[in-house]
């Protein structure tokens, strides 16, 4: 950390920051500037709560050097993480997971259906939403335990592992019970005390990056999680909120390359949430896989017009089929 | 709602969309132009769901004329609401209240003497933070419960109504023994389990905006609430995520004139988070007063520079004094 | 400036950075920490070029403490500045100013009513446009010359002196001829070779903030027209770009308040601008005033529903009239 | 154009309202809702400018379907454009382009070594900055019509077109004179008057949007340029400003399939100034051809740890040859 005074602080202030920082075990070193001195603090370890320093009289700013992360760092875990669900293996030196399914599970029927569209078309892994956040009260808000189970009657059914959104603590039972990944989603991301509960389960976690939060909060929610002993964790960028409204989000694609230098967990994108467009699915999977991507989540759904959440962003039967036709020609150039 | 043709759209594509707007119940009226067709749908009340619709062959968008929440709009519910806690009350026509107490609870007397602060200066409600949102595990994350305790007693002792956060349901219950007031942070405004759960409650909600959130996700945020049965809603901005980062937050004070008109609910700003700066807090509230605020929720500390969280931005007792006379001299301008 | 170095940066290369500093003249304070080693920059006057720096190997980033400006600073500067225009004071000790008039310039008569509401309300100076700045080419683009003939001639008219946009270059002599004060709009802060020509002028200049620019940057434009040998400029905050769309743009007040505390130049504020919405442009510019504004510029116009630009958010003669006995009796709290 | 009333307006207003739109050469349809009425605008060609209605009395909002562009858009010329620069082509049907390049021009050494850099690894054209904009007026500002000659002589000694910016209307001859390519900076994308001029040449323009400007308002820019006759536009994205600094900027990488969409005319990235980071140049200038980009902007230079400005995102000569390998690799992927 560096502490940066004011112009015009006194010795004796510049002294009492010293003293402060000495007080909590670590080193400080002043800097003196023309302009103003600043005071480097060393010997700690990780981030440094600068709250009783920052307060001090004379004090201009705290500029922090260490991140509030550490677990997740590459710096402190070079090695890459691996995250096997079943057969299915997310991260460095596999080739890029792909998982897929409708927005919100419906019915049985349509489960079933979006699950062979899943399969039939490659994907690795289902998705379908039980529990969904929507703005307003007055929205289709989910089938709640009942779709779980339709879910997982559809993974069976085609053999493949599921994921689903856990949107509170109470429902981190039925959850695990019928899914294989516990999806934490963007509204979520900094509902710290969901993230400490399923940081207890050993179920692998995707976690979306929240729409207003830096790739730093994003990395120190994915910290929460670790710090309580699970470390099988998938990040997924999935856009994030900017004045531009031409798309649903802004999606960041450059975190992709960025995560991979700073941090060991695999990390997805969903292109469907991020921009809000059918049309504009299948060339952003393509961009995200190039990027560097470990995989991707995108939306499908067997009549997506009848969509009951989200449909102007799934992809049909026919179009999955030809994306995914697009991105095993991708795959096989990328070398997998 | 509007719907919106493509320039090529076909005659039969634009017949299949008045066709689905029937089919909904309602009525459709294409209005032909030169360049594109468009729909007027009519006979709704409050907000269509546009998912049949927006996925048709031939519908380039949507355009919402309803908003997402209607319990909360003054459309429908022209008189101001009056929320009362004890002999509190804030709303049109009652002088702004002050809330006031430290950003999270550290210690019995920590807290009382906070309390005395809060009192002796002029505020009428205390708070203070037992369970603390933190973006990182490592920083402090509060008293949980015992704190609950403290704040209730300090609340006691100088005879003031307390507001505290909850962050999960299953706090609900020790919240509301030991709070009058319930809050929900920034990070939880789109918990909607949370939202529905306090909705239940016959406890007023102090409902902070989200740091991403546009005025009418927060007002559709306030109707899960509303919905459940509880109309004791208290909004608060505490500013937004910009690209600035001068200050912590962008307070975004045209809210408040815009709030009023188109919600009967009060609303409060919190000037501390929302510029992280104790020189801006005593500005900003009065602007914040003089903008239409229904009341400021300022932090004060006995102790800023051993605040264990956000004491950058707390007051002491003295500087708050200070802005509590400048605040009754406003108040008197302002006819109260 | 504080360089900090890779996590696994080597001896040599924190060596080469050092040499790298010194071969600017300025002194290395390697700091070692436990985790990467940091290095202080000394002696350097203001802002540091760290262009040889930040691209060495081992290097993870520059943190600059010093800012790009300093001629603005009042760190180096602590008298507040006082911008004089005819009679008209604008600064600290002078009661605010009130900029009133048209967005645009369309006729004389208009422009006369305008300047007589502008009069009559009590505005100290007159404000119109002749050039102007539209999203697209389709729209009006404002009188040219002769719209600043009609502005000198009601200003005349009326008593006041009056302030115009200056978009190009070439339009300096025209615009220095008839007008008072020379403003920069919003989209121009950084036309840097506009802001190098008015600083070579003797007139004051209105300088608004880029609807994205930092205050840092802000304050930055600013210094190109001090470094030229005109310090009469005069800050305008006009409301930033953020996800917000119920505003035009958001009104950043806590800028105020910190430009006072950063720069010793004056600071005004545009609440027509800044809203969009006339209803709010009374209520924020109290609160303008309140969080210690210089001044206002508000749009007025004899007839809004006519007005060739920007008619939503101006004042007809009736509301600012009105606007005005507020904004005396709130001048008169103040101290004015 | 879709007219919103308020709530509670009037028979009179709402006829009042159709006068005013009827009185406009247009036909007024209303449509009532249970709520309250809307009404459409019919016969309009293009953008409706709302100046006459938005501000009647009784109107809630006025709501735009058409855009304000039309020559840039492919609803009116679905026919792409094809960009000529000497024998490079800019457009759909082509291979994508690279143009490389120093940040700034700083001597005619240093301009050459790039040149042959560029050429080497295979850019097509040239890039350098004769005339620079900096945030602050103490830092580098190129080296002026001095640096246009540099430029031209390091073209001619490859056999390559050169682009560079042009800052303000006076440097058009002299661009003009030494540049193939006129180049349009961010900061400058609502220039409005450098966009006229630039639209009175013949050069071919490359327009690069602004760090806030939505995608309507870039598109609505280089309506300027074709309004005054050329059509010779090249857009580029280089990202936008958001809440996000782990990058310099947000690649906004959606916009390329949707300027693909909307317009006819061909659009590039920059990578380097949107990351800011060496690290990300080569990969996300690959996922910008995935993307679909014409084509791609990337600095090198011959000695980054020198470079004048921008030094930390540009290619040495090694970085960028290994960069187009890949990148030839994946050209072949795409089928070129």
Redesign the interface.
């Known amino acids: 950390m ?1 502490i ?1 005074m004011d ?2 602080a006194s010795a004796a202030q510049v002294r009492a920051v010293q003293e402060a920082v000495e007080a909590m075990g670590l080193q400080a ?1 002043p ?6 001195t ?1 005071i ?1 603090v ?6 440094v ?1 600068d ?2 320093i ?3 009289p004379g004090v201009r700013e705290c ?1 922090h ?2 991140k ?3 677990l997740v760092s590459r ?1 402190f875990h070079p090695e890459s993480t691996l995250v096997e669900v079943g057969a299915v293996k997310i991260g460095d030196g596999h080739p890029p997971v792909v998982i897929a399914g409708p927005c919100s599970i419906e019915s049985p029927e349509q489960m079933v259906a979006a699950a062979r569209i899943a399969r039939d078309g490659g994907a690795q892994i289902l998705r379908g939403g039980a529990f969904k ?9 989910g089938l709640g335990e009942k779709g779980l189970k339709y879910l997982r009657q559809a993974g069976d059914a085609v053999g493949m592992p599921v994921v689903t959104e856990i ?4 429902q981190l039972d039925a959850v695990c019970r019928y899914a294989d990944i516990l999806q934490i989603g963007a ?2 991301m ?5 993230l ?1 509960e399923v940081g207890k389960c050993r179920h692998p976690v995707l976690l979306k990056r929240g ?2 939060a ?4 994003f990395l ?1 929610a994915a ?2 999680i670790l ?1 309580e002993g699970n470390s099988r964790v998938i990040l997924c960028e999935r856009g ?8 649903r989000n ?6 992709v ?2 995560v991979r ?1 700073l941090s060991h967990l695999p990390i997805l994108v969903d292109p469907s949430h ?2 809000g ?4 699915v299948a ?2 999977s ?3 896989l ?3 991507a470990h995989g991707i989540m995108v939306e499908v759904h067997p009549d ?9 962003q ?1 992809l049909d039967g026919e179009e999955f089929r030809e994306m995914m036709g697009d991105i095993r ?2 795959l096989s ?1 990328l070398g997998y």
Chains 1, 2, 3, 4 share one sequence.
């Open positions: 560096l940066v112009h015009n070193a800097i003196p500037g023309r302009e103003r600043a480097g060393l010997g700690n370890q990780g981030y709560d709250t009783a920052r307060n001090l500029i050097v260490s509030p992360y550490k710096d956040p929507r703005t307003g009260p007055h929205s289709f808000q949107m509170r603590i109470e509204r979520n900094q509902n710290f005390d969901l400490k729409m207003s830096t790739l730093e909060e120190a910290e929460y710090a994030i909120r900017t004045f531009e409204r031409a798309t802004t999606l960041d694609l450059s975190v390359p960025l230098e991020a921009t467009k059918r049309s504009l060339v952003m393509k961009a995200a190039v990027a560097g997506p017009a009848k969509a009951l959440c989200d449909g102007a799934s020609a991708l150039y």
